[in-house]
C-alpha cells in the first residue's frame, strides 16, 4: 500500500515538472470556426482556462523568423495585446517571455522543430512573468500557415483530461475475450488431439497438431531476445521497425489462416484438389477453399500493410489480425505444468517492471524505454508505429487525443502470457473433471488485474507494466483454487487427471484364471499433456488398436 501511494504521488510530481498539454485554437482573424493544434506548456508560467469559449481570442504575431533573446528582435511597437510566436533557440525559455511580456505581450507560442519540452524556469521567475508560454511544433506552424490567411487569431485552454476513455470498455472486451476464447480453445484442442494420434487424415489436419511445449532453456531465451531486441529497437528504431512490420504482416496472416479454417471446413464446397505441379506448397494439392483463404488472409494481411497510416481505420484491421495472432500462439505453445507457468510469468514481470519504471533512470530523456517503443518514438523520422499492440482511438476529446497518444494500446505481451496460464488451467480441469472452476477463476482474476491496470493508469496518468497487475491476479487466483481444492501438488508438476478405471473381463468361477499381460505391465503416471478422457466434452472412440479386447462369456447359471 506504501508503494503504491508512493508510485501515486512521484506520478503527479513528475507531471507537474515536466509539464501539461493544452491546445491553441488557430481561426482566421474575425472567424471562430478554426482548428486545434497541439502545445506543450508549464502552468507555473501561467494557467490556462478549461474551456475554449472562457479563453481570450487574441491575434497571433508572427515572428518565427526571429528567435526574440535581444531587445532588437522586438519589431517596432511591440507586441500589443497580441500573441508572440517565435522561434526556440539561443537563449532561455524566460529571457524570450520576459522580452515578450515587457513589449505588451498577452501571451508566447514558442515554435520548435525539435522535441517538445516544457518551458521550465526557477521560482522567482515564475513570480515574475503572469502571462502563458508554451511550445509549438514546427510542422504544426507550417500547417497553420497553409490552413489560414496572412492574419491569424489565436486561443489557448488546457482541458481537462478525462479520468476514462470510453475505449477503454474495448480494449477490455478484447483482451479479456481473447484470452478466454483462447484458453479454451488451446485447452480443448490439446485434449483432442489425443484420439487423432492414430487416425490417418491429409496433411491438413495433421497440421493443427503441432504445438511446442516450453521449458525452462527456451523460457530464459526467450526473456533475453525480448531485452535485446527492445533495447535495439529503442537505439535504432527507425531502422528496426519496418522488420517488425514484415514479420507482424506473415504471422498475422498465419494466425488469421489458423483461426479461420476450422469453420471453413465445414463449408461443403471447394473439397477438390488442385491438379499435380511442381509449384512450391501446391505439390501436395491442397484443396481448392484452402487457396481462397490463403489468398483472404494474405491479402487482409497486405491491405493493413499498406494502410497501415491510415488512422480512422487502419486499427480495426490491425486489431483482427492481431487477436488472430495472439489466438494463434495461444494454441500452439503449450506450457506442461504450473511450475513453468510461475517461472515465466515472474519473469516477464521483472521484465516489464524494468522497462517501464527503472529505465527511465538511464534514458537521456527520462522517458521509458517500454514506452517510447510501444508507442513510437516522438522524435522518430518514420513517424511508424510497432504493430504488436492492440490499439483503440480515443473516443473523449482531450489535448492527450491531439497531443501525444491518439490511441489507447495494450501489447501483445499482456494477452499472451496470461492466457497461457488459462489455457494451462483448461487443460487442468478437464483432466481433473472439476467443471472448469480454474479457468473460470483464472480468466476472472485476467479481468480483474486489468481493470486494475485501468484504474492505476487514470490515476498515474503514466504508461502501466500491465503485467505487474496482471501476474499476481492471475498466478495467487489459480493458486488459491488449487490450495482450496488440495490439488496444488498435481497442479504443481501437471500429473493430475484421474486414472481410467480397471476393466475385468468375466472368468468362470470354476477356472482359476491365468494372469493377463495387462496385469504385469506397471501403468506409469501420465503428464498433462498425454490426456485422453475427457468428462466435459463427449470425445471420439478409441482407435480399433487402443480398445480393450475383452471377451464375453455367458454368465455361469450357479451362480
Same mark, same amino acid.
Given at each position: 500500500?506504501?508503494?503504491?501511494?508512493?508510485?501515486?504521488w512521484?506520478?503527479?510530481?513528475?507531471?507537474?515538472?515536466?509539464?501539461?498539454?493544452?491546445?491553441?485554437?488557430f481561426s482566421?482573424? *474575425?472567424?471562430?470556426?478554426?482548428? $486545434?493544434?497541439?502545445?506543450?506548456?508549464?502552468?507555473?508560467?501561467?494557467?490556462?482556462?478549461?474551456?475554449?469559449?472562457?479563453?481570450?481570442?487574441?491575434?497571433?504575431?508572427?515572428?518565427?523568423?526571429?528567435?526574440?533573446?535581444?531587445?532588437?528582435?522586438?519589431?517596432?511597437? =511591440?507586441?500589443? /495585446?497580441?500573441?508572440?510566436?517565435?522561434?526556440?533557440?539561443?537563449?532561455?525559455?524566460y529571457?524570450?517571455?520576459?522580452?515578450?511580456?515587457?513589449?505588451?505581450?498577452?501571451?508566447?507560442?514558442?515554435?520548435?522543430?525539435?522535441?517538445?519540452?516544457?518551458?521550465?524556469?526557477?521560482?522567482?521567475?515564475?513570480?515574475?512573468? %503572469?502571462i502563458?508560454?508554451?511550445?509549438?511544433?514546427?510542422?504544426?506552424?507550417?500547417?497553420i500557415?497553409?490552413?489560414?490567411?496572412?492574419?491569424?487569431?489565436?486561443?489557448?485552454?488546457?482541458?481537462n483530461?478525462?479520468?476514462?476513455?470510453?475505449?477503454?470498455?474495448?480494449?477490455?472486451?478484447?483482451?479479456?475475450?481473447?484470452?478466454?476464447v483462447?484458453?479454451?480453445?488451446?485447452?480443448?484442442?490439446?485434449?483432442?488431439?489425443?484420439?487423432m494420434?492414430?487416425?490417418r %487424415? $491429409?496433411?491438413?489436419?495433421?497440421?493443427?497438431?503441432?504445438?511446442? $511445449?516450453?521449458?525452462?532453456?527456451?523460457?530464459?531465451?526467450?526473456?533475453?531476445? &525480448?531485452?535485446?531486441?527492445?533495447?535495439?529497437?529503442?537505439?535504432?528504431?527507425?531502422?528496426?521497425?519496418?522488420?517488425?512490420i514484415?514479420?507482424f504482416?506473415?504471422?498475422?496472416?498465419?494466425?488469421l489462416? !489458423?483461426?479461420?479454417?476450422?469453420?471453413?471446413r465445414?463449408?461443403?464446397? =471447394?473439397? &477438390?484438389?488442385?491438379?499435380?505441379? /511442381?509449384?512450391?506448397?501446391?505439390?501436395?494439392?491442397?484443396?481448392?477453399?484452402?487457396?481462397?483463404?490463403?489468398?483472404f488472409?494474405? @491479402?487482409v494481411?497486405?491491405?493493413? @500493410?499498406?494502410?497501415?497510416?491510415?488512422?480512422?481505420?487502419?486499427?480495426?484491421l490491425? %486489431?483482427?489480425l492481431?487477436?488472430?495472432? &495472439?489466438?494463434?500462439?495461444?494454441?500452439?505453445?503449450?506450457?506442461?505444468?504450473?511450475?513453468a507457468?510461475?517461472?515465466?510469468?515472474?519473469?516477464?514481470?521483472?521484465?516489464?517492471?524494468?522497462?517501464?519504471?527503472?529505465?527511465p533512470?538511464?534514458?537521456?530523456?527520462?522517458?521509458?524505454?517500454?514506452?517510447?517503443?510501444?508507442?513510437?518514438?516522438? *522524435?522518430?523520422?518514420?513517424?511508424?508505429?510497432l504493430?504488436?499492440?492492440?490499439?483503440?482511438?480515443r473516443?473523449?476529446?482531450?489535448?492527450?487525443?491531439?497531443? %501525444?497518444?491518439?490511441? !489507447?494500446?495494450?501489447?501483445?505481451?499482456?494477452?499472451?502470457?496470461?492466457?497461457?496460464?488459462?489455457?494451462?488451467?483448461h487443460?487442468?480441469?478437464?483432466?481433473?473433471?472439476?467443471?472448469?472452476?480454474?479457468?473460470?477463476? &483464472?480468466?476472472v =482474476?485476467?479481468?480483474?488485474?486489468?481493470?486494475?491496470?485501468?484504474?492505476?493508469?487514470?490515476?498515474?496518468?503514466?504508461?502501466?507494466?500491465?503485467?505487474?497487475?496482471?501476474?499476481?491476479?492471475?498466478?495467487?487466483?489459480?493458486?488459491?483454487?488449487?490450495?482450496?481444492?488440495?490439488?496444488?501438488?498435481?497442479?504443481?508438476?501437471?500429473?493430475?487427471?484421474?486414472?481410467p478405471?480397471?476393466v475385468?473381463?468375466?472368468? /468362470?468361477?470354476?477356472?482359476?484364471?491365468?494372469?493377463?499381460?495387462?496385469?504385469?505391465?506397471? /501403468?506409469?503416471?501420465?503428464?498433462i499433456?498425454?490426456?485422453?478422457?475427457?468428462?466435459?466434452?463427449?470425445?471420439?472412440?478409441?482407435?480399433?488398436? $487402443?480398445?480393450p479386447?475383452?471377451?464375453?462369456?455367458?454368465?455361469?447359471?450357479?451362480?
Open positions: 500500500m506504501r508503494l503504491m501511494r508512493s508510485l501515486i512521484t506520478a503527479l510530481f513528475v507531471k507537474q515538472a515536466l509539464g501539461e498539454y493544452g491546445m491553441a485554437h482566421e482573424w *474575425g472567424k471562430s470556426k478554426g482548428k $486545434d493544434y497541439c502545445i506543450f506548456f508549464n502552468s507555473q508560467w501561467a494557467r490556462l482556462p478549461q474551456d475554449l469559449n472562457k479563453a481570450s481570442r487574441l491575434q497571433a504575431y508572427d515572428l518565427t523568423a526571429s528567435v526574440l533573446c535581444s531587445a532588437s528582435d522586438v519589431p517596432e511597437g =511591440g507586441f500589443p /495585446n497580441r500573441i508572440a510566436m517565435v522561434l526556440r533557440g539561443n537563449c532561455t525559455f529571457e524570450k517571455v520576459r522580452l515578450a511580456q515587457i513589449n505588451g505581450a498577452k501571451g508566447l507560442l514558442i515554435v520548435s522543430k525539435d522535441r517538445l519540452i516544457p518551458p521550465f524556469g526557477n521560482k522567482t521567475q515564475y513570480e515574475e512573468i %503572469d502563458p508560454v508554451a511550445l509549438l511544433s514546427y510542422s504544426d506552424m507550417l500547417d500557415s497553409k490552413s489560414f490567411g496572412e492574419q491569424w487569431q489565436v486561443a489557448m485552454y488546457a482541458p483530461e478525462p479520468v476514462v476513455d470510453y475505449n477503454m470498455v474495448i480494449i477490455f472486451l478484447m483482451a479479456v475475450g481473447t484470452v478466454a483462447g484458453g479454451y480453445w488451446a485447452g480443448s484442442r490439446d485434449i483432442k488431439k489425443r484420439y494420434k492414430h487416425k %487424415d $491429409d496433411s491438413t489436419e495433421k497440421q493443427d497438431e503441432e504445438t511446442v $511445449d516450453v521449458t525452462p532453456i527456451m523460457i530464459a531465451v526467450f526473456v533475453v531476445m &525480448c531485452c535485446s531486441m527492445l533495447v535495439l529497437l529503442y537505439l535504432f528504431y527507425d531502422h528496426l521497425v519496418y522488420m517488425i514484415v514479420i504482416c506473415l504471422a498475422s496472416s498465419v494466425g489462416y !489458423s483461426c479461420l479454417w476450422p469453420f471453413v465445414r463449408i461443403p464446397f =471447394g473439397k &477438390c484438389r488442385i491438379p499435380e505441379n /511442381n509449384l512450391p506448397y501446391c505439390h501436395k494439392r491442397p484443396q481448392v477453399r484452402m487457396l481462397l483463404l490463403s489468398v488472409c494474405v @491479402g494481411s497486405v491491405t493493413w @500493410g499498406v494502410f497501415r497510416n491510415e488512422d480512422q481505420w487502419a486499427w480495426v490491425q %486489431d483482427a492481431g487477436i488472430a495472432f &495472439c489466438l494463434y500462439m495461444l494454441k500452439t505453445i503449450r506450457l506442461p505444468t504450473f511450475k507457468c510461475t517461472l515465466l510469468l515472474v519473469v516477464l514481470f521483472v521484465y516489464d517492471v524494468f522497462f517501464v519504471f527503472i529505465t533512470y538511464f534514458t537521456k530523456s527520462g522517458e521509458s524505454i517500454m514506452v517510447e517503443v510501444a508507442a513510437g518514438p516522438s *522524435g522518430s523520422s518514420t513517424h511508424e508505429k504493430p504488436m499492440v492492440l490499439k483503440v482511438p473516443l473523449n476529446f482531450s489535448p492527450l487525443a491531439l497531443c %501525444d497518444r491518439p490511441f !489507447s494500446l495494450l501489447g501483445f505481451g499482456d494477452i499472451l502470457v496470461p492466457g497461457l496460464l488459462v489455457a494451462y488451467c487443460r487442468f480441469d478437464i483432466l481433473m473433471q472439476s467443471s472448469r472452476i480454474y479457468f473460470l477463476a &483464472c480468466t =482474476g485476467y479481468g480483474i488485474g486489468l481493470l486494475i491496470t485501468f484504474v492505476a493508469l487514470a490515476l498515474m496518468q503514466m504508461g502501466q507494466p500491465a503485467l505487474l497487475y496482471l501476474v499476481p491476479c492471475t498466478l495467487l487466483t489459480s493458486l488459491a483454487v488449487a490450495l482450496w481444492r488440495k490439488e496444488l501438488p498435481l497442479f504443481w508438476t501437471g500429473s493430475g487427471f484421474v486414472p478405471p480397471i475385468m473381463a468375466p472368468i /468362470n468361477c470354476t477356472q482359476t484364471p491365468a494372469p493377463t499381460e495387462e496385469e504385469t505391465t506397471a /501403468n506409469p503416471e501420465p503428464q499433456s498425454e490426456v485422453t478422457t475427457t468428462r466435459s466434452e463427449d470425445p471420439p472412440p478409441p482407435a480399433e488398436e $487402443d480398445a479386447q475383452l471377451t464375453e462369456e455367458p454368465a455361469d447359471k450357479s451362480k
